[in-house]
């Protein structure tokens, strides 16, 4: 059983696009995140959630919504997709000290 | 500022040797500090933690970290590398949120 899952894995698309990128976990953690891993492979939070509320949001543009029907699901809708958009997404969990991700959504903004 | 360092971009050992990739890091209080392996086109998973305790921690696949305070680093080790561990590594804390290092480049040669 996949712990932290994401959808899509790859999403190729043009400037000005609007997509979303879901994230589901099953293991029944209260807090979940997302994070962006760019070419150099640097990895930084965007945003946090636990239990629906948000509780962390880093200095992302507004374009960047996340949204959390339920505490096992976060999903991050992107608005006029930019080229600096093109990365990995990262989703993770964690109910304690350490999280759990997602095997990543690879972001390719043509 | 806190963070965690990881000065090595890259780490080459030949199969069969210790491997060590380091890591520093600047944090007040007692922080909890992690690593992560990242396999090529997968999400980060979990290696082992510091939290309190014995200061050499064992983690998944062989490998272990020493927490030593008064060097502030948190250094991961193995005693004999595989190729199969050639992968990139992170160094992670956190303290209310999740701050990773740069990552390391690990190439165990055959």
């Known amino acids: 059983d996949t712990a932290v899952s994401q959808t899509p894995k790859y999403l190729v698309t043009q400037m000005g696009n609007d997509k979303s990128i879901k994230c589901e976990q099953n293991?029944?953690?209260?807090?979940m995140y997302w994070y962006k891993q760019d070419s150099k492979k640097f990895l930084k939070i965007m945003f946090s959630?636990?239990?629906?509320?948000?509780?962390i949001n880093e200095t992302v543009p507004n374009r960047f919504s996340p949204k959390s029907p339920d505490k096992a699901h976060l999903n991050l809708h992107i608005n006029s997709l930019e080229l600096g958009d093109s990365a990995v997404y990262f989703c993770?969990?964690?109910?304690?000290?350490?999280?759990?991700f997602g095997p990543g959504t690879r972001l390719t903004v043509t | 500022a806190q963070s965690v360092a990881q000065p090595e971009d890259q780490v080459k050992v030949a199969e069969g040797n210790p491997l060590t990739v380091k890591c520093t890091y600047s944090?007040?209080?007692?922080?909890?500090l992690f690593w992560y392996v990242q396999y090529p086109n997968r999400g980060l998973q979990f290696l082992l933690k510091?939290?309190?305790?014995?200061?050499l921690v064992k983690g998944s696949y062989g490998f272990e970290a020493e927490f030593n305070k008064s060097q502030t680093s948190f250094h991961l080790k193995k005693p004999s590398a595989l190729v199969s561990d050639s992968a990139l590594y992170f160094c992670?804390?956190?303290?209310?949120?999740?701050?990773f290092g740069s990552g390391t480049k690990l190439n165990v040669k055959p």
């Open positions: 992670a804390y956190n303290f209310n949120k999740f701050y």
């Open positions: 293991l029944g953690h209260d807090t």
């Open positions: 944090v007040s209080g007692n922080p909890y």
């Open positions: 510091y939290i309190t305790g014995d200061n």
């Open positions: 959630y636990n239990n629906k509320e948000l509780i």
């Open positions: 993770a969990s964690s109910q304690g000290v350490e999280q759990y």
